[in-house]
């Protein structure tokens, strides 16, 4: 049976806590580093408001942040890493239908990594901007 035509490029990033507790879906394109998260909003993922929770939104960008970071060190074996520090700015209210996390590497060395995230609504409109340094762990 063939492979879809995006088997070898894309990579699926299942991680069996956080990820299914949460229900976001990870991909990471392996020839260009570039990772996309993405979370079809449910009433769980709102505050008492009706709007994504920042918990949430720290979350998304965490994991895309940390994914891009992890190829930036290693695209074949995708390294272990830890997350320094990670800033975000709230700029943007997501109330319903599916949001996407996108990140670029901005640079490091050997061990850190810089990273840069965003969180967009279906609509494109951003709802949340971040940056991020990430520690590649040795085992």
Not at 8 to 33: F, N, S
Not at 35 to 59: F, W, Y
């Amino acid at each position: 049976m063939p492979s879809a035509p995006d088997a070898d490029v894309i990579r699926r990033i299942e991680d069996p806590g956080c990820q299914q507790m949460v229900g976001y879906k990870t991909r990471l394109d392996r020839d260009t580093g570039e990772c996309t998260v993405t979370l079809d909003l449910e009433p769980r993922h709102l505050n008492r408001h009706g709007i994504l929770h920042g918990g949430m939104v720290a979350t998304l960008l965490d994991v895309v942040c940390g994914n891009t970071a992890s190829h930036y060190f290693d695209p074949v074996d995708h390294a272990k890493l830890v997350t320094v520090s990670l800033n975000i700015n709230y700029v943007g209210a997501g109330r319903a239908g599916r949001v996407t996390a996108t990140a670029k590497s901005a640079g490091g060395g050997k061990s850190i990594a810089y990273v840069n995230g965003e969180l967009r609504d279906a609509e494109g409109q951003m709802l949340a901007t971040a940056s991020g340094i990430f520690k590649r762990i040795r085992a």
